[in-house]
């Protein structure tokens, strides 16, 4: 009678945001002797398998078959296979799909492993200048113009130095209404393609930071995080408050009667709540 196998291990692995050499001896030696290795994007990870001559069966697992294909990788696990999960770029699951299949491991008493490396927001946090000791992690902003926007309405009055992610055509755009939300004089960090040749970190006010990436196309490529200073005071807190109920009234009202009324109840000046609006570009 045969031995049924132990349950194997689902390694978590993180891989390179863009230099290669960040790769880590454990991650590579995790990857080639795992049985297959769970990827975002199929080609984008044989690719870089290849580069280190790394041969292995590839899945594809994203967010539109992740629900489906959990148990069978699951099947897997507990049959004695052990798996690796990685995704693009960086980290798995920070803002990559793999959560569902992490869950239905440990769910199921499966060994779930971290073998650390790249992320993009942290890399841009620990350059950034910005306070560091409590950060919020957001991710990518909603694409839509308006669910963005109420969405940047939310976060205004956050103490913590918020992080996003932005793509190379929203990015402008993003930043508009991140200073017309927050205000033109909220510090912020743009880190854009980190690690890669043509890595640029700007720092300084959002309107100066949306001027300067209008202002040269080449601050418009890439892959983006935006690294934006939390209301520190009770100063910027009032404002940020103030900002949120201007932009409810003023759905409903004058510009000036919307800005009154939001400033006799949150305290804050009635000229930093509207008239400083940064048009999208």
Same mark, same amino acid.
């Given at each position: 009678?045969?031995?049924?196998p132990?349950?194997?291990?689902?390694?978590?692995?993180?891989?390179p945001?863009?230099?290669?050499g960040?790769?880590?001896?454990?991650?590579?030696?995790?990857?080639?002797?795992?049985?297959?290795?769970c990827a975002?994007?199929?080609?984008?990870?044989?690719?870089?398998?290849?580069?280190?001559?790394?041969?292995?069966?590839? =899945?594809?697992?994203?967010?539109h078959?992740?629900? +489906?294909? @959990?148990? %069978?990788?699951?099947?897997?696990?507990? #049959? /004695? &296979?052990?798996?690796?999960l990685?995704?693009?770029a960086?980290?798995?699951?920070v803002s990559?799909?793999?959560?569902r299949?992490?869950?239905?491991?440990?769910?199921?008493?499966?060994?779930v492993?971290?073998?650390?490396?790249?992320?993009?927001?942290?890399?841009?946090?620990?350059?950034?200048?910005?306070?560091?000791d409590?950060? =919020?992690?957001?991710?990518?902003?909603?694409?839509? +113009?308006? @669910?963005? %926007?109420e969405?940047?309405?939310q976060l #205004? /009055? &956050?103490?913590r130095?918020?992080?996003?992610?932005?793509s190379?055509?929203?990015?402008?755009?993003?930043?508009?209404?991140?200073?017309?939300?927050?205000?033109?004089?909220?510090?912020?960090?743009i880190?854009?393609?980190?690690?890669?040749?043509?890595?640029t970190?700007l720092?300084?006010?959002?309107?100066?930071?949306?001027?300067? =990436?209008?202002?040269d196309?080449?601050?418009?490529?890439?892959e983006?995080?935006?690294?934006v200073?939390?209301?520190g005071?009770d100063?910027?807190?009032?404002?940020?408050?103030?900002?949120?109920?201007?932009?409810?009234?003023?759905e409903?009202?004058?510009?000036?009667?919307?800005?009154?009324?939001?400033a006799?109840?949150?305290?804050?000046?009635?000229?930093?709540?509207y008239?400083?609006?940064?048009e999208?570009?």
């Amino acid at each position: 009678m045969s031995a049924i196998p132990a349950p194997a291990t689902l390694h978590v692995v993180a891989t390179p945001i863009g230099n290669l050499g960040d790769l880590s001896p454990r991650a590579l030696e995790t990857l080639r002797t795992v049985a297959a290795i769970c990827a975002e994007d199929t080609r984008h990870t044989r690719q870089l398998l290849a580069h280190f001559g790394i041969d292995k069966p590839l =899945v594809a697992l994203h967010e539109h078959n992740e629900d +489906a294909l @959990a148990q %069978r990788l699951v099947a897997r696990l507990l #049959a /004695g &296979e052990s798996l690796a999960l990685v995704s693009d770029a960086g980290t798995p699951l920070v803002s990559d799909p793999g959560f569902r299949l992490v869950g239905a491991a440990r769910a199921a008493g499966i060994k779930v492993s971290p073998v650390p490396g790249a992320c993009a927001f942290i890399a841009a946090l620990s350059v950034a200048g910005l306070p560091s000791d409590r950060f =919020v992690f957001e991710g990518f902003l909603p694409a839509k +113009a308006a @669910a963005r %926007r109420e969405r940047l309405q939310q976060l #205004a /009055g &956050e103490v913590r130095t918020l992080a996003f992610y932005e793509s190379s055509h929203r990015i402008q755009d993003t930043l508009a209404d991140l200073a017309q939300v927050f205000g033109p004089t909220r510090r912020a960090v743009i880190a854009r393609e980190l690690t890669k040749l043509f890595e640029t970190v700007l720092d300084g006010t959002l309107a100066e930071l949306h001027a300067a =990436v209008a202002a040269d196309a080449n601050q418009r490529k890439g892959e983006f995080v935006v690294l934006v200073q939390g209301a520190g005071d009770d100063a910027d807190a009032r404002i940020a408050a103030g900002r949120r109920l201007y932009a409810r009234l003023a759905e409903h009202l004058p510009p000036s009667t919307a800005a009154r009324l939001a400033a006799d109840m949150s305290g804050a000046p009635r000229k930093a709540l509207y008239g400083s609006d940064i048009e999208p570009g």
